[in-house]
């Protein structure tokens, strides 16, 4: 099945304490999004890669970091988590020349007490 | 600068009317796409519709419709007969054009939260 997963689902975490959330596609699509979604903002990109080795920054980078070193995965990567960090998290999927829409993942709903 | 506007930040309706989600946009691409993407209780996104600017054509599918008017740079989506189910918070979105590829990047509205009362 064509999906995009990402994990966990859920996370609680301390203020400082490093995470990962990881992001894997099994479409063999070369862009990839993450995008946090926040009450009366709707989603904004955080990073986008628009293939391997090849990332820049979106709208909401501050505090973020991704990394693109194969094709499938696009994990984000927040090393020093603050509380205004706590929000659900998007990964996405395209193929690129061809707007088909994203896929998404379920998202990660994370907060940072 | 792209940007998407959905004014209308929850609609409450009685089971059976009739609905309609604004959405208006604003880009300098002359090509680009609009999406209506869903979000129910449980999270995700389900992705409803995607029109590109050259296609005014209204869509529809069931009870579901779209209407594109690029004079007022609007792309409502209307409900009819809503359901319980339908509620949910609905997202438009914009794609846009970077160096000729339209799919790396979309710009969200802030969401409409629809009510569904039966």
Redesign the interface.
């Known amino acids: 099945e064509a999906q995009v997963t990402q994990n966990p689902r859920y996370l609680i975490t301390v203020t400082g304490k490093k995470l990962t959330v990881t992001c894997s596609q099994n479409m063999n699509h070369e862009?990839m999004?993450w995008?946090r979604q926040d009450p009366?903002?709707?989603?904004?990109?955080i990073y986008?890669s628009?293939n391997v080795e090849v990332t820049d920054k979106?709208d909401v980078p501050e505090g973020y970091k991704v990394s693109r070193k194969e094709k499938r995965n696009f994990p984000l990567i927040l090393e020093s988590p603050s509380p205004n960090q706590t929000s659900?998290y998007?990964c996405?999927s395209?193929?690129?020349?061809?707007?088909?829409?994203?896929t998404?993942g379920?998202?990660t709903?994370l907060t940072v007490v | 600068a792209q940007k998407v506007t959905q004014a209308q930040t929850e609609i409450s309706v009685v089971e059976k009317e009739d609905v309609t989600l604004d959405c208006v946009y604003e880009t300098r691409d002359t090509t680009y796409y609009l999406f209506w993407y869903k979000q129910p209780p449980s999270g995700e996104l389900v992705f409803l519709i995607r029109r590109n600017s050259f296609d005014e054509q209204n869509e529809i599918s069931g009870r579901y419709s779209w209407n594109f008017q690029k004079s007022t740079s609007s792309f409502n989506f209307t409900i009819t007969a809503s359901q319980v189910v339908d509620s949910a918070v609905y997202f438009c979105a914009l794609s846009e054009d970077y160096r000729g590829d339209s799919s790396y990047k979309l710009i969200f509205g802030s969401g409409t939260r629809l009510l569904v009362r039966p």
């Open positions: 862009y999004s995008y009366g903002l709707g989603l904004r990109q986008y628009m979106g659900l998007f996405a395209s193929l690129r020349g061809t707007p088909s829409g994203y998404f379920s998202g709903r």
